[in-house]
């Protein structure tokens, strides 16, 4: 798999339509988070994930269903590089674990053929009206921390040690373990790493 990431993108096509590596462009930059009401967070992006996708709006790249979308993972430093883009006018993306909300750079970017284009100092500004009150959970778009049960090996084994809340068909494990009354979470006292199941299910 390394090996095929390395050598992306393929020097082998004969067709005009697969631009090879000097018709692409590249774009390296580095992120931060500025959030006067967070603790802990602000500083570096760390791990941000950053793309370039079609002009629109704050996380509208989510809704694209068109085009050629661009993505990287910045390092702990907030400093990302997307390399082997097609020339084109983009928006550049970002969200960053930990953190709520939608980044997007206020100007446009235009990637032309054997480019390297460095950005600014890039600063993501948290959207807020004040202080967070109550939390459950981390917002980094995934069901890891919350409580996934034990499952049998009948299961994806592709999912065997990490991201178990992907096994498909585990919801079904809920009526199993509650089956008279709805689990319930209580701010303040409850645990959302025990008491708050992975995900929305429904009592069958």
């Known amino acids: ?28 930059g580095r992120l931060s988070v500025k959030d006067q009401y967070l603790k802990v967070g602000n500083g570096p992006a760390r791990f941000a994930h950053v793309g370039l996708a079609a002009p629109g709006d704050v996380g509208s790249w989510e809704f694209q269903t068109k085009g050629y979308q661009f993505w990287t993972q910045a390092n702990e430093r907030g400093i990302f590089f997307i390399k082997a883009v097609l020339p084109g006018i983009y928006n550049l993306y970002s969200w960053v674990p930990g953190v709520m909300g939608n980044y997007m750079y206020e100007s446009s970017v235009t990637v032309t053929p054997g480019t390297k ?5 890039l600063v993501f500004k948290p959207p807020r009206d004040g202080p967070t009150l109550w939390e459950i959970g981390i917002p980094d778009r995934s069901a890891a921390e919350f409580y996934v049960p034990p499952y049998e090996t009948k ?14 068909g585990l919801w079904e494990r809920y009526t199993e373990i509650y089956p008279k009354k709805d689990l319930v979470f209580t701010f303040g006292t409850s645990d959302y790493k025990k008491d708050r199941f992975f995900t929305d299910v429904l009592r069958l």
């Open 155 to 168: 299961y994806n084994k592709l999912y065997l040690k990490q991201d178990t809340f992907r096994q498909y």
């Open 117 to 121: 284009i460095k950005l600014p100092r």
């Open 1 to 28: 798999m390394r090996k095929e990431v390395r050598s992306w993108p393929y020097s082998f096509p004969q067709t005009p339509d697969f631009h090879k590596s000097d018709q692409r462009g590249s774009v390296i």
